[in-house]
């Protein structure tokens, strides 16, 4: 009956069905992405660079080529033109000349030696969440943190995954003493207090973003790792991987062709918490000042010296709120996602 | 355990040793800075330019190296600082100037002791002639040029952890363990209350949502879990404060502090003491429990939703249980089996893991000390708190086996 075999389908295709009934998470899925896909035009949307300049019937894109220095526009200014002004300035003389600023014309690194910048300006039309300590632009900041938050929790928890399916998978598939050994190894390792490690390499040699996120990864593999390892020892001794053997396949194809895929429910179910937790501790490490090196914009940072200046309310409340509404997101995300693929029913006799 | 434990210890030991910045460079840096700022001319000027430590006298030098254990490889220093080395103490440098076999050297108190170059090695004898039982000596390689034979004279001891010696501290002088104590309490002190409290108020509110699956109850205290779960405790703390720590709006609870400064705290009356601490300890308190709030009610809430739907229970019930019975002594018994298992890890975690709140509201505790130390590089009291904290969470591992036992009659050990 070919009718019926269209109308039968795969297991992944049903989850995604059932996940895009809860909406919540479905949603925030969708908003996360579209968020996330939009912050890596950041530079065209949260700028101080102006996105296209007419000077004098030249055309010029100031944010892909970057410096102009204010004499090249014929601004009387020391350094970098200052888009903002000169577009009041021709508006004002009515001239010829015209500039496009992104929608947001802040830059995140941005300070007070830029002319018209002031220190812990309080939300307004034009900063909307304020400035900061040196007269950054909280709001500009916010944003291009959400990508490199992001950014860092998907590496390192692909990471994580690959080096804990990796060591995970083959200590629950070998078993014997390489399971052993990485036991012991992984119970010494994980006794340690990790982020003290951390700090302590951190402070030895200044991170940047993908050292930091070596890091990290070295000392955060465990839990995968442990999940892995019982994930593959429950499977290994199913039917059809005696079946897949028999047939003589090698051992390296069993567990990765074969076992994997029937290991995909906690690997894809943990993912979204996975994030959850590398974006939490990036903040941590940046606000005890061992993550990215400054001026990176980082909502850690920006909550530390939100916390030096305690009755400047906006540096406080900005990053702790961003990061609650990108950490809310993903919570329900993985909430819809485990529920899709893992549900769990409940019979109550009363 | 104790094979953990020595593994650990190895593990932050060499990796403290390996790290460049070290105490000792560090000394250098400060001296050498010292000496640029005050223009005092000890090596000149490309000297201390191209790094060269010849600012310092060489035996100032080895003196700093002896001083911070440098003078030694490092499985050497690991088992000295273990204490199952001999750690020498009370240091004195003795010169053979060339020719001379045998010098008398003071040792304190005005006993002299002869020391006596006899081929490769450096005998002591007391003043009687024979070979002393406690003063023992060594030829120092590095010092020692053709003509002149340096040896230091010395005593030995066992002190190390293992005998409760944590050395030390190079920042606050004083022994490792005096600087931790009152920090330890501290810290101790809001641990257990948010452990506490998040139990008392977990357990109840997971078995409520458990038993009105569905219900606004549930929906309503799900939605407060989320926000728990996606806000981390020094977060929260951090917008606890500017809310009610006078900033912008409320000014009802302080900015920080463990409790009000001794000279303030001694005046109050015995039930002011505890408003006052009660004062300081509410907000950190919040922030501290948040961080296991949101797990601990889940898991006890799935738990027992997923003990309920079991066959013991409509069996239970067939027998004609009521309903009370069946729920508080049948299912909740093998609901709280995983929260008592997890009770180390939690403990764990309450004690060492929360000097981001302890920054957020500069409360000088266990893990503050920690983080400060690791920036001075106070190696005695790093290693120290590194120690400290592998051994509450191995103890607390045992503690979580202990509560499972007990909690689940099934589980024995023998």
Redesign the interface.
């Known amino acids: 009956m070919p009718e019926q075999q269209e109308i039968s389908l795969s297991i992944l295709k049903k989850r995604w069905l059932k996940f895009k009934t809860l909406r919540r998470g479905y949603y925030s899925f969708i908003l996360l992405i579209i968020l996330y896909g939009l912050s890596w035009f950041l530079p065209l949307l949260i700028n101080n660079r102006a996105l296209v300049v007419k000077y004098n019937d030249e055309i010029y894109f100031p944010v892909i080529s970057g410096y102009h220095a204010g004499s090249f526009f014929g601004q009387d200014v020391p350094g970098e033109t200052i888009y903002r002004e000169l577009k009041a300035t021709w508006k004002a003389e009515d001239s010829d000349n015209w500039l496009i600023m992104p929608p947001y014309p802040y830059s995140p690194y941005e300070d007070i030696t830029v002319q018209g910048n002031k220190m812990y300006e309080a939300p307004s039309k034009t900063h909307w969440l304020g400035t900061d300590n040196t007269g950054r632009d909280v709001f500009s900041r916010l944003c291009y943190a959400f990508n490199i938050s992001i950014s860092f929790a998907l590496v390192l928890s692909t990471l994580n995954y690959i080096l804990g399916v990796l060591i995970g998978g083959s200590m629950g598939y070998l078993g014997g003493k390489f399971d052993l050994i990485f036991q012991?190894i992984i119970?010494?390792?994980s006794?340690?207090?990790m982020?003290?490690?951390i700090?302590?390499?951190s402070?030895?040699i200044r991170p940047s973003f993908f050292l930091l996120i070596f890091i990290y990864t070295i000392v955060n593999w465990i839990g995968m790792t442990y999940l892995m390892r019982a994930e593959f020892y429950r499977e290994k001794s199913k039917d059809y991987v005696a079946a897949a053997l028999s047939m003589g396949q090698s051992n390296f194809k069993v567990m990765f062709k074969h076992i994997l895929p029937n290991s995909l429910v906690p690997i894809i179910t943990y993912f979204p918490f996975s994030i959850?937790g590398g974006i939490?501790a990036l903040?941590?490490l940046d606000?005890?000042g061992f993550g990215m090196p400054p001026p990176t914009p980082s909502w850690g940072q920006m909550?530390d010296v939100?916390?030096q200046n305690?009755?400047?309310?906006w540096m406080?409340?900005a990053?702790?709120g961003a990061?609650?509404i990108t950490?809310?997101m993903?919570?329900?995300i993985g909430?819809a996602v485990r529920e899709a693929f893992d549900p769990?029913?409940?019979?109550?006799?009363? | 355990m104790i094979p953990t434990f020595l593994g650990s210890t190895i593990l932050i030991f060499v990796i403290l040793q390996m790290a460049p910045g070290g105490p000792l460079e560090r000394t250098i840096q400060q001296l050498q800075a010292g000496a640029l700022q005050q223009g005092e001319s000890v090596g000149s000027v490309g000297d201390i330019m191209s790094g060269g430590s010849s600012v310092l006298p060489e035996s100032a030098m080895r003196e700093l190296k002896r001083f911070y254990g440098f003078d030694k490889p490092v499985y050497q220093r690991y088992l000295i600082w273990l204490g199952i080395w001999p750690r020498e103490i009370r240091h004195r440098e003795v010169e053979f100037k060339e020719g001379l076999t045998e010098v008398q050297k003071n040792v304190g108190r005005g006993v002299y002791m002869t020391l006596k170059l006899e081929g490769d090695q450096v005998n002591v004898y007391d003043s009687d002639g024979q070979i002393s039982p406690e003063w023992k000596a060594s030829i120092d390689p590095e010092g020692s040029k053709e003509n002149l034979v340096l040896a230091t004279i010395f005593q030995t001891e066992f002190s190390g952890i293992l005998t409760g010696n944590l050395g030390t501290s190079y920042t606050y002088d004083q022994p490792v363990t005096e600087v931790m104590a009152p920090r330890f309490k501290i810290s101790m002190f809001f641990g257990l209350t948010g452990m506490f409290l998040s139990y008392i108020v977990c357990i109840p509110l997971g078995i409520r949502k458990a038993l009105n699956h569905g219900s606004a109850f549930d929906f309503l205290s799900s939605v407060t879990i989320f926000v728990a779960y996606s806000i981390p405790g020094f977060a929260l703390g951090g917008v606890l404060l500017v809310l009610f720590g006078g900033g912008s709006f409320w000014d009802v609870f302080p900015l920080g502090g463990f409790r009000s400064p001794s000279d303030v705290w001694d005046t109050l009356s015995w039930w002011g003491q505890v408003k006052d601490q009660l004062w300081h300890a509410i907000l950190p308190i919040i922030a501290w429990s948040i961080g296991s709030f949101a797990g601990l009610t889940v898991l006890m809430k799935n738990s027992l939703l997923e003990n309920i739907s079991q066959d013991y229970i409509r069996t239970a019930f067939a027998k004609g249980l009521h309903e009370k019975r069946v729920i508080w002594v049948h299912a909740i018994r093998n609901s709280v089996i995983p929260i008592a298992s997890g009770i180390g890890g939690i403990i764990g975690v309450v004690i060492a893991g929360s000097y981001l709140i302890e920054k957020v509201f500069n409360i000088d505790g266990f893990g503050k000390m920690g983080f400060q130390a690791i920036l001075d590089r106070d190696y005695p009291i790093t290693l120290g708190f590194l120690v400290i904290v592998v051994v509450i969470r191995l103890v607390a591992n045992i503690l979580s086996d202990i509560a499972l036992a007990t909690v689940d009659p099934r589980i024995r050990f023998k």
């Open positions: 012991r119970e010494i390792w006794s340690l207090p982020l003290f490690v700090i302590i390499i402070s030895i959850v939490s903040v941590g606000y005890l909550l939100g916390l305690i009755s400047k309310y406080v409340m990053p702790v990061q609650f950490l809310i993903v919570v329900f909430e769990k029913v409940y019979s109550r006799l009363r």
